[in-house]
Every structure is written in C-alpha cells, then in structure tokens.
C-alpha cells in the first residue's frame, strides 16, 4: 500500500541508452512531480503535471520527456544517456493549491548510473 | 538562484542533545516546509508553516519562522539514534501577483545522532 511508488529503485545502463523511470501514486492527488537529486544531495524539479496537463517544464534537455497516462502516474522517458545524468530521481505528488504549494510526498528515488 | 540555504551542512549530536537547523531564504514566501530524508529514501514531510506563523510544534519538533530575517530553524528536542537523518527546508515562494510557483529546496543538514 506504499503512496508513491517508483521502478526500477536501481537502474544501471551505459551512455547512449535509452530508459524509462516509471511512478505512480495511490493518494489521489492532482500533481505529480520528478525531482532530481544529484550527489551533493540539491534537489531540483524537473517537471510538473497537473491533471495530466504540464505546469512546470525546468530547464532540462529534451532528451528528458515525461508522460502523465492519467493523474496517478508520470513516467519519465531519458533519450541518449549521458554520464552526467547520473543522480537519484524522486517521483512526488501533492494536491495542487491556488494560493500555496502544499506538502509533497516523495517515492524512494531511482538511482540512476550511466557508465 | 536557490532559495532555501541551511546552516550547518553537518551537525552531530549524542543521544539527548537537541538538535538545531537554520534555514535561510531570499524571497517573501507563502509557507517553509521541512523535510526529512533517510539514508536511500525518498524525503518525508515533517511539518509546513505559513507566513503568518511565527512558532509550531510537532511532538519532539519545533520550528521558527522569522519573516523579517528571512530565516527558520528546526529544533529536534531529546534526539535519538532513529533522528540520524539529511533535514531540508523547502520554501513556497510567494508571486508578486499572489498565488504560489514551485517549491525549492536547499541543500540540507545532515544530522547524526550518536547513541
């Protein structure tokens, strides 16, 4: 009955691949989010959907497209990996509020290595 | 530019002390959130405070807000070994034309509870 729940929790793959991060969360809210932590612990947001519709697309390289299938999953496809890609990546959740950002609820992370 | 910067990077405690973790922000906000990170874990949020508060307790946990220092702290009262955690604080910046953007995280403290 885990609330957001992420695969694979390890993924190892060589530079040049192609991979999918998969999320999905059970607590029925409306945002999803995928963060990316890197090895100095800095959490950024990569991107946001809202009702399967994106509110926030950071700056991130196109080789990073997320997809929202409906509003209890958003999966992440990485075209072209590259070394630098290497980093945890947290799928999140909320409800989405007008006037504040409301708590979020964070999966266990995917660690991603790219040799 | 980050938001959220904590103070220290790396705090360690025997079983007993209490903790203390600051955070320091650029913008006016809506609310500051604090959350905790385990070891291989996804973040969890432990408590959220808005603008307007100046003090809120959790069980053993106490944050203060400052809106005119742009700061807040986290203390952890008679710490145990379970504490042992990475600790961020995430503020919720507050737009010019109201209504609230994404959340941003600083690069957390990490605290060690020495039993």
């Known amino acids: 009955d885990t609330a957001v729940s992420q695969t694979p929790k390890y993924l190892v793959t060589q530079m040049g691949n192609d991979k999918s991060i998969k999320c999905e969360q059970n607590?029925?809210?409306?945002?999803m989010y995928w963060y990316k932590q890197d090895s100095k612990k800095f959490l950024k947001i990569m991107f946001s959907?809202?009702?399967?519709?994106?509110?926030i697309n950071e700056t991130v390289p196109n080789r990073f497209s997320p997809k929202s299938p409906d509003k209890a999953h958003l999966n992440l496809h990485i075209n072209s990996l590259e070394l630098g890609d290497s980093a945890v990546y947290f799928c999140?959740?909320?409800?989405?509020?007008?006037?504040?950002?409301?708590?979020?609820?964070f999966g266990n992370g995917t660690r991603l290595t790219v040799t | 530019s980050q938001q959220g910067e904590e103070d220290p990077q790396a705090l360690s405690i025997q079983e007993g002390e209490n903790a203390t973790m600051n955070c320091s922000y650029k913008?006016?906000?809506?609310?500051l959130q604090w959350y905790r990170q385990n070891s291989g874990r996804g973040l969890v949020h432990l408590i959220l405070?808005?603008?307007?508060?100046r003090e809120k307790h959790s069980g053993r946990l106490r944050v203060t807000l400052d809106t005119s220092k742009k700061s807040s702290s986290l203390l952890i009262t008679a710490s145990r070994a379970a504490d042992t955690a990475s600790y961020f604080c995430?503020?919720?910046?507050?737009?010019?034309?109201?209504?609230?953007?994404?959340?941003?995280f600083g690069k957390g403290t990490k605290l060690t509870v020495n039993p």
């Open positions: 999140a959740s909320s409800s989405r509020k007008k006037t504040e950002n409301s708590p979020l609820h």
């Open positions: 607590l029925g809210h409306d945002t």
């Open positions: 959907y809202n009702n399967k519709e994106l509110i």
């Open positions: 913008t006016s906000i809506n609310n």
């Open positions: 405070i808005r603008s307007n508060e």
């Open positions: 995430a503020t919720d910046p507050l737009l010019t034309q109201g209504g609230s953007e994404k959340l941003v």
